[in-house]
């Protein structure tokens, strides 16, 4: 059973920064990818930002584009997403996802397994 547990959420002013971190436990991840998905208040859950896990090709939604930046740790099985210059249309619920496919995937119901989701808010 795969375990997706997301932390490193919090409240910061505009222009801050945070870290997520997702760390993934319950099997070898060799030949998944990784994502990150947020969801805001009354809106559906969007992309955020992805990484394959062998190569670590990267990829971001436009609206994060330069602002954010996901890695990961493969000996950790550890994803992290760093966030600058936030504003508070970045304000949601930001989850992990795995994906058992090696390759890039934007579509949430593409995902197999996902982390409860952690909160980030970004006051003006």
């Known amino acids: 059973q795969v375990q997706v547990v997301e932390s490193g959420g919090g409240l910061v002013q505009a222009g801050g920064s945070l870290r997520l971190s997702c760390a993934a436990s319950?099997?070898?991840?060799?030949?998944?990818?990784m994502g990150w998905f947020r969801q805001a208040p009354g809106k559906e859950r969007e992309f955020v930002a992805g990484?394959?896990?062998?190569?670590?090709?990267?990829y971001y939604a436009d609206s994060v584009k330069g602002r954010f930046t996901i890695s990961r740790d493969n000996a950790k099985n550890t994803v992290y997403l760093q966030m600058n210059s936030l504003q508070p249309e970045d304000t949601a619920v930001y989850y992990c996802a795995v994906r058992r496919v090696e390759s890039r995937n934007r579509i949430d119901t593409e995902y197999d397994y996902w982390g409860q989701g952690t909160q980030v808010t970004v006051s003006s």
């Open positions: 319950g099997r070898t991840f060799s030949n998944y990818a």
């Open positions: 990484i394959s896990w062998i190569g670590g090709s990267t």
